[in-house]
């Protein structure tokens, strides 16, 4: 199974509808992270969590809110979608054990579309 | 704040080519430095780091970075190009203090094409 895995993977939905994605890992990290893609723009940090109890807003977080079930959980919501929404979304997650900026591991993807 | 500048966006090669990607970085403090790899419809893999020991990074698939802080780059290289390495590339930054410690900073990518 993957460390980390993102639900759902396609969605299609239409402005003003409420959206969550989510996310889930098996790797043990404290961190876990959410980006958006966009062609010619790399990925962009909209919100990021250090432990349960900590989050923090990324580069791009309006429009967005995020949830920190649990170390394995963090979701991403987009409350009233809009057509510039439409983008790749990525989780990701990291350990930070050893003190140093480790690897960041990244789910597969979903990629969201609002008409 | 730390920024990240991919000189390209798209490079294509012929198979048994060298692969250059270029990288450069603005950071304050001393920066961590990665190159990310995305296949078509996937995730991001990693494919090396330099978190500031030897400044010559071998990673996976036969690539290789070099940090030289005097030039604030970490450009990547591949002796040798295959048709599987036809992909997305990034380059990310992260900083070892501050308030951005532990966040990634991402280049804008660069597209490799791979021609036979």
């Known amino acids: 199974d993957a460390d980390v895995t993102q639900t759902p993977r396609n969605r299609i939905t239409k402005t003003g509808k409420r959206i969550m994605l989510e996310c889930s890992q098996t790797?043990?990290?404290?961190?876990m992270y959410w980006y958006r893609q966009d062609p010619g723009l790399g990925l962009r940090l909209i919100y990021y969590?250090?432990?349960?109890?900590?989050?923090n807003k990324g580069e791009i977080s309006d429009g967005y809110s995020v949830s920190r079930q649990a170390q394995a959980k963090f979701s991403l919501s987009l409350e009233s979608a809009i057509p510039n929404q439409t983008a790749l979304y990525f989780c990701?997650?990291?350990?930070?054990?050893?003190?140093?900026?480790?690897?960041?591991?990244f789910g597969p993807g979903t990629r969201l579309t609002v008409l | 704040a730390q920024s990240v500048t991919q000189l390209g966006s798209h490079v294509s090669v012929s198979e048994g080519a060298l692969v250059l990607l270029r990288c450069n970085y603005s950071?304050?403090?001393?920066?961590?430095l990665f190159w990310y790899v995305q296949y078509p419809n996937q995730g991001l893999q990693l494919l090396l780091k330099?978190?500031?020991?030897?400044?010559l990074v071998k990673g996976i698939n036969g690539f290789e970075a070099e940090f030289k802080k005097s030039e604030t780059s970490f450009h990547l290289t591949k002796p040798s190009a295959h048709m599987s390495d036809a992909a997305e590339y990034f380059c990310?930054?992260?900083?070892?203090?501050?308030?951005?410690?532990?966040?990634?900073?991402f280049g804008q990518g660069t597209i490799l094409t791979v021609h036979p």
């Open positions: 990701a997650t990291s350990d930070f054990t050893s003190g140093v900026t480790d690897t960041q591991y």
């Open positions: 790797k043990g990290h404290d961190r």
């Open positions: 969590s250090f432990d349960v109890k900590d989050i």
């Open positions: 950071s304050s403090v001393p920066p961590y």
């Open positions: 330099y978190t500031s020991a030897a400044t």
């Open positions: 990310a930054v992260s900083v070892t203090g501050g308030t951005s410690y532990g966040k990634l900073t």
